[in-house]
């Protein structure tokens, strides 16, 4: 897996500990899910602005929000032939903004919380939802199991 960290906007990059804790993250989400073959990631770092504007454009609703996820293609766990080795799987943007509220609100580490948003980022780009009660529940587990994995708690 590639996991390309970017930044956009008045974001920072966070620290290298803190990338390896997201590429982990990110690399969990595929075995959880049980994908072998490798996947390039995009994962881009903003502030509250710019994923505002990426909301409004790409979902019709004004104003920030913590995570987005772009695939690039329909279903992430059907449809590759399985001699495709590598693929872009997407991209996922995080407000660093939102990602540092959302720690104080909920009472947990800032590292937690971004490693959260990236674990739920994937699980979209990996065909997953929580639209239903059903699809939500099954998202909210792998995310626990993952954050479990990471020895982050909450």
């Known amino acids: 897996m590639k996991l390309i960290i970017s930044k956009l906007g008045g974001a920072r990059l966070p620290d290298r500990n803190t990338r390896t804790l997201l590429r982990k993250a990110a690399y969990l989400c ?7 073959r490798d996947h390039e990631i995009s994962l881009v770092l903003t502030d509250d602005r710019v994923i505002g504007k ?3 454009k790409y979902r019709g ?5 913590d995570v987005l996820s772009f695939p690039m293609s ?12 590598e693929y872009l799987l ?18 947990h580490g800032f ?17 997953f939802d929580h639209m239903r009660k059903k699809e939500r529940a099954r998202m909210e ?4 199991q993952i954050l479990a994995v990471l020895g982050l708690r909450g």
Do not use: C, W
Not at 30 to 36: A, F, K, Q, T
Not at 141 to 144: E, L, V
């Open 30 to 36: 595929l075995l959880r899910v049980g994908e072998r």
């Open 54 to 56: 990426l909301n409004k």
């Open 61 to 65: 609703i004004d104003g920030p929000t």
């Open 74 to 85: 329909g279903s992430r766990r059907r449809g590759y032939p399985a001699s495709q080795r």
């Open 90 to 107: 997407g991209d996922i943007v995080i407000s660093l903004e939102r990602a540092a509220v959302q720690a104080l609100e909920y009472g």
């Open 111 to 127: 590292e937690r919380e971004l490693a959260f948003l990236t674990a739920h980022g994937m699980l979209h780009l990996l065909g």
């Open 141 to 144: 587990m792998y995310q626990r």
